[in-house]
């Protein structure tokens, strides 16, 4: 009469018990777990996202002013290049327009203030706090952190680096 569920069991008084279990159901299986269907991220056009060596550029740039004039070493030829660089690449993003790739406005608002109005401007006064001692320790790191939401499209956190743009449509992406 031993079984899975019924059997004997004798104690030290040497007593006979019969037991019996009553047997388990069959357990049921948990409801399967839908993974949420994640949507693939779409970048708008010109998005400077990806472009993560240019927040080190900008960095050493405007931080090579805390130096005061011996940082202009390192501030100007590279300030120069940078915003050189990014005024062709807003020619080139023009002329992508009537390839398709995106809108004047979105071009406008993009590539041509960063490469030709607010990037230039953020640097020439980045240069010109950095002449007055002492303002150049906290104007350096101010315009420099400027200058990288500015590249950004001011989708960036400070010590965190670029964030995602918010999507067109539905709340902005968790992080």
Not at 1 to 16: A, C, H, N, Q
Not at 22 to 32: Q, T
Request: hydrophobic fraction near 45%; charge should be negative; aromatic fraction near 20%.
């Amino acid at each position: 009469m031993e079984g899975k569920f019924v059997g004997t069991y004798r104690d030290y008084d040497y007593t006979l018990w019969k037991w019996e279990c009553k047997e388990p159901e069959e357990p049921e299986a948990p409801p399967p777990v839908e993974k949420p269907v994640e949507k693939p991220i779409v970048l708008p056009p010109w998005s400077t996202y990806e472009d993560k060596t240019m927040e080190w550029l900008l960095w050493t740039t405007y931080l090579s002013g805390e130096l005061w004039v011996l940082g202009w070493i390192i501030m100007l030829p590279l300030g120069i290049l940078i915003y050189m660089w990014l005024a062709l690449v807003a020619s080139w993003n023009f002329i992508e327009i009537f390839m398709g790739v995106g809108t004047f406005g979105q071009w406008f608002m993009g590539p041509m203030l960063r490469g030709w109005v607010t990037g230039p401007f953020i640097y020439l006064m980045g240069v010109v706090f950095s002449i007055i001692p002492g303002v150049n320790f906290i104007s350096s790191f101010l315009f420099g952190w400027w200058a990288n939401l500015d590249y950004y499209s001011y989708n960036y956190k400070l010590f965190g680096g670029p964030t995602l743009p918010p999507p067109k449509d539905g709340p902005p992406p968790k992080e």
